[in-house]
C-alpha cells in the first residue's frame, strides 16, 4: 500500500488521516520528488505512531536525506538515542556518529533474512536502511513479517526451539571473521570481558590471544507492545550448513568444526537437526517480500515484527544503517 502525503503537512482535517489498511511494506510517499521530511515531521511520526506495530515497516520514498548527518537526524526525530553496534557479527564502517554501512559482504553473496542483533540478549526495536546509492542489478533488502513466520514454522519445531533455545558459538579473528577487537569494538581484554559478564556470555581466552564466546539465547519472543510472538532467532544463518559446502569443508581442514568463526546448537548444546533447519529456510523463502530500491529510499522496520536480508548485487551499492531503542530487559 502506498499513501501519498498532502503538499502540506497537517493531521487536523479529515482529508489528511491516513488509511489503516496496508501490507508490508507501507509506502509514504513525498507530495514533490525531493521535498523536504522535516516539513511534513508531524504527519510522518503520526504514520509511524499509528502503523509501525501493526504493518511493521514503512518506505519512505521521494523525500530528501542529503548526507549520513541528515539520515541520522531523520532516525533520531522518533525519540530514541541511536545505537552502536555492540557486539558485532559483521563488518560495517561508521559513517557518522551513529550511522553504519550495511553489512559488507562481497556482492555476489545473499544475506539470509534476520531480524538484527537476534543472535544475542540484547537488540534494538527499530533498524533503518537508507539506499544512497542503488545497485544497477539486484541489491533489493528483502523483508518478512516475523509474526507470519512463527505462525508458519511446523509446531513441534517452534515448540522444540522455544524450549530448547540456542547457544550461538563465536570464534574470533584467525582472518577468517571479526576480530574481538572489531567484534566488540575495543582492544581492551578487560573491558570484553566486562561485556560478557554483564551481557551472559561465557568467553575463553584461546592460545594466541584469540577469543571464543558462547551465549545462550531465546528462539522465539513475544513483542513487548503488540504481545504478539515473532520467530526471534539467527540459527538459520549461524548454523556451520549456511555455508557454501566448499567454504565449508575448507574451514573444518584449517580450523576443525569447533574453530569454524561461527555455529550454532540447541541451547543444551546438542546439535540442531538438518531437517528442522531446511523447513526454517523454506518458510523464510516463502515469507518474503522484496522491492527494488530507489536512490533516496528510507525503510523503517521494527526489528521484531519485521526480518531484513540482502540480495546479491551489480553495480555500487550504498545502504546506511541506524538503530534505535533498547528492548526491554525481560
Known amino acids: 500500500m502506498a499513501i501519498d502525503l498532502p503538499s502540506r503537512a497537517s493531521n487536523s482535517s479529515d482529508e ?6 496496508g501490507v508490508l511494506p507501507l509506502v509514504l510517499r513525498a507530495p514533490v520528488p525531493g521535498a523536504s521530511w522535516q516539513q511534513h515531521g508531524e504527519l510522518i511520526r503520526h504514520t509511524v505512531d499509528t502503523e509501525l506495530h501493526r504493518i511493521g515497516g514503512i518506505l519512505f520514498r521521494d523525500f530528501a536525506f542529503t548526507d549520513a548527518g541528515g539520515f541520522e537526524a531523520f532516525a533520531r526525530s522518533f525519540g530514541h538515542e541511536l545505537l552502536t553496534y555492540d557486539y558485532a557479527s559483521t563488518p560495517r564502517t561508521k559513517l557518522n556518529n551513529r550511522v553504519y554501512t550495511s553489512t559488507e559482504y562481497p556482492a555476489h553473496q545473499v544475506i539470509p533474512l534476520h531480524n538484527e542483533q537476534s543472535y544475542s540478549l540484547n537488540w534494538p526495536m527499530k533498524i533503518w536502511f537508507h539506499c544512497t546509492q542503488a545497485a544497477q ?6 523483508i518478512a ?3 507470519l513466520v512463527y505462525r508458519r514454522i511446523d509446531p513441534m519445531i517452534r515448540q522444540r526451539f522455544a524450549e530448547k533455545r540456542l547457544m550461538y558459538v563465536r570464534n574470533y579473528g584467525n582472518g577468517l571473521d571479526l576480530s574481538w577487537e572489531q567484534a566488540f569494538g575495543t582492544d581492551d581484554r578487560a573491558e570484553v570481558e566486562r561485556f560478557c559478564r554483564l551481557n551472559r556470555i561465557d568467553f575463553e ?26 520467530w526471534f532467532n539467527q540459527a538459520h544463518l549461524f548454523h556451520l550448513s549456511n555455508l557454501a559446502p566448499s567454504v565449508r569443508e575448507a574451514l573444518t581442514s584449517i580450523v576443525g568444526e569447533a574453530g569454524v568463526p561461527r555455529n550454532v546448537f540447541y541451547g543444551d548444546g546438542s546439535p540442531i537437526e538438518s ?17 527494488p530500491w530507489q536512490t533516496g529510499d528510507v525503510l523503517m522496520l ?29
Open 16 to 21: 489528511d488521516r491516513l488509511p489503516t489498511e
Open 137 to 142: 542489478v539486484g541489491g533489493e533488502t528483502p
Open 145 to 147: 513479517d516475523s509474526r
Open 205 to 230: 581466552w584461546k592460545e594466541g590471544g584469540e577469543l571464543r564466546t558462547r551465549q545462550v539465547c531465546q528462539a522465539v519472543a513475544r513483542h513487548p507492545r503488540t504481545g504478539e510472538w515473532v
Open 275 to 291: 531437517e528442522a533447519l531446511e523447513h526454517i529456510r523454506e518458510v523464510l523463502r516463502s515469507t518474503q517480500i522484496s522491492f
Open 302 to 330: 521494527d526489528n521484531m515484527l519485521v526480518a531484513h536480508g540482502r540480495s546479491t548485487f551489480q553495480g555500487p551499492r550504498k545502504v546506511a544503517v541506524a538503530m534505535a531503542e533498547p528492548a526491554p530487559v525481560g
